[in-house]
């Protein structure tokens, strides 16, 4: 791999789980494989008043922790080189002193703020930055979700940043996109000619999206309690994947491009609202039960958790597109916490044969599927109906699978890896627009609405479960189920 232009890259939120568990690691394996150049910085700020010394201490320690055998004394000592760390408070304008001391001399380079904070703070930032005259020509801003909890919250939020910075200088990120299996998604659909004649109304039933975590709320009590299921995951992850999986085809792989083509899907999408939302969404907060064998507790029982908390932690949309492509084919969409497997699938269900010549007739199981996941590793599986092997003429489903890793034999990358890489290249692709945020809270909101005019209060499920009951029979009203239910 070729590599990057020199950069400078300012971590806030420096000492958080993100930037911790996630982006230095992932900063580590790209200066291991020869991408970071000698003279680019990694610099961590947070509120916390620390030497440099022990930032580095802090950071080689979560590094080797998360690294495991990857982690290398020598490569270290070769990354850790670059690592700087300062104090900064968001609201006070002397702490940008030091840091403009740091940045003097290298506005030429690409400079990438990237904001791992509650977003309340990145209008702070933005002020304060602007203030410093710390913003250059080849300035980045990275925003990491949710961003706001609302439409009207978001766009506050857009107006500060874009008032400081131009809409192609903005990255919202969102790490699903990054992911391999996603990019196999696009390479399948706009790369081969075999699938796109099936990809429509009358060729796929029904496409679900999954996104489980076997984990709780952790360390995220405080922040979960006032988010939840809906605006964590469905607004950001659940809702990118969707229009990848429903958009037309671009004219080319310009970012715009791509990005015009998911605003399309989520601008077409059905409202819920009102009574709807009794029908067409399932809210679910998990009840005490076991997770790998050890029992845990309810959510209500978890650390800075409001006893009489209505939050859910647990989420089933059926979501309907409304153009000729799409008419008529539900899109169910589940993601939840405290479930019974760590698992991220698309599944694709194909309409049968019109008339089957064979001695028994199809079952729900024998359906053509295409399989995409995500996690916990990355492949793609094609279920076709193949002879049992014997007399007659009886069919059974087998799979074409496509191990990503095991094809390759390349170690794929994280997906904060090549996220960053493409922050530093420029490539907004993967990045959402203004707009699409926009559209996408504009879909969430009136959902959110309709629960408290309902007074739809979550339904509980017990943990290490697939969640409530509910959730099966949105899709047996239709007379399909979950994936695992098969």
């Not at 959110?448 to 005019?453: F, K, L, Q, T």
Request: charged share 25%; proline share 5%.
């Amino acid at each position: 791999m070729a590599v990057l232009p020199s950069f400078d890259m300012l971590l806030f939120g420096g000492t958080g789980d993100l930037v911790t568990r996630k982006l230095l690691p992932a900063l580590y394996r790209r200066h291991a494989a020869g991408q970071v150049s000698a003279d680019s910085r990694v610099i961590g700020i947070a509120r916390s008043v620390l030497s440099r010394e022990q930032y580095l201490n802090q950071a080689r320690a979560t590094c080797q922790e998360f690294l495991g055998k990857e982690f290398d004394e020598g490569l270290w000592e070769g990354f850790s080189a670059k690592l700087d760390y300062l104090t900064v408070d968001a609201d006070v304008s002397e702490h940008y002193a030091p840091l403009a001391s740091k940045l003097k001399g290298r506005e030429q380079l690409v400079r990438v703020f990237f904001f791992s904070t509650a977003s309340t703070l990145f209008a702070a930032f933005c002020a304060q930055l602007a203030k410093a005259d710390l913003i250059t020509p080849c300035s980045r801003v990275v925003l990491e979700k949710p961003l706001g909890h609302d439409l009207d919250s978001a766009d506050q939020i857009n107006q500060s940043i874009g008032a400081v910075f131009h809409e192609r200088q903005i990255y919202r990120i969102d790490h699903y996109l990054g992911k391999e299996a996603v990019q196999n998604l696009l390479a399948l659909r706009f790369g081969n000619a075999l699938f796109e004649p099936l990809w429509r109304r009358g060729r796929i039933r029904h496409v679900q999206i999954t996104v489980a975590e076997e984990l709780g709320v952790e360390r995220r009590g405080q922040f979960y309690d006032q988010t939840g299921a809906l605006r964590d995951m469905v607004q950001n992850h659940l809702l990118q994947l969707l229009c990848i999986m429903a958009m037309e085809p671009p004219a080319s792989n310009d970012p715009d491009a791509v990005r015009d083509e998911k605003l399309k899907v989520l601008r077409a999408l059905r409202p819920i609202k009102g009574a709807d939302v009794t029908t067409k969404t399932v809210r679910g907060q998990y009840k005490s039960g076991a997770a790998n064998g050890a029992p845990v507790p309810a959510y209500l029982g978890e650390k800075d958790i409001a006893p009489t908390s209505t939050t859910e932690t647990f989420v089933a949309i059926k979501a309907e597109i409304d153009t000729w492509r799409w008419a008529g084919v539900p899109f169910y969409l589940r993601t939840g916490k405290r479930l019974q497997e760590r698992l991220t699938e698309l599944v694709v269900t194909f309409d049968e044969v019109p008339h089957s010549i064979f001695e028994a007739p199809p079952s729900p199981e024998s359906a053509n599927q295409l399989v995409i996941q995500l996690q916990p590793e990355e492949s793609i599986t094609l279920t076709i109906l193949a002879k049992n092997p014997g007399e007659g003429m009886r069919l059974k489903p087998v799979s074409l699978n496509l191990d990503l890793g095991e094809t390759f034999k390349v170690k794929i990358l994280d997906a904060y890896e090549r996220l960053l890489m493409d922050i530093v290249k420029g490539n907004l692709t993967l990045f959402m627009r203004r707009d699409e945020l926009d559209a996408a809270w504009r879909w969430i909101d009136p959902i959110r609405e309709g629960w408290a005019e309902y007074e739809d209060k979550p339904k509980l499920y017990t943990a290490g479960s697939w969640g409530p009951a509910a959730s099966s029979s949105l899709l047996g009203r239709d007379g399909f189920a979950w994936h695992d239910e098969l």
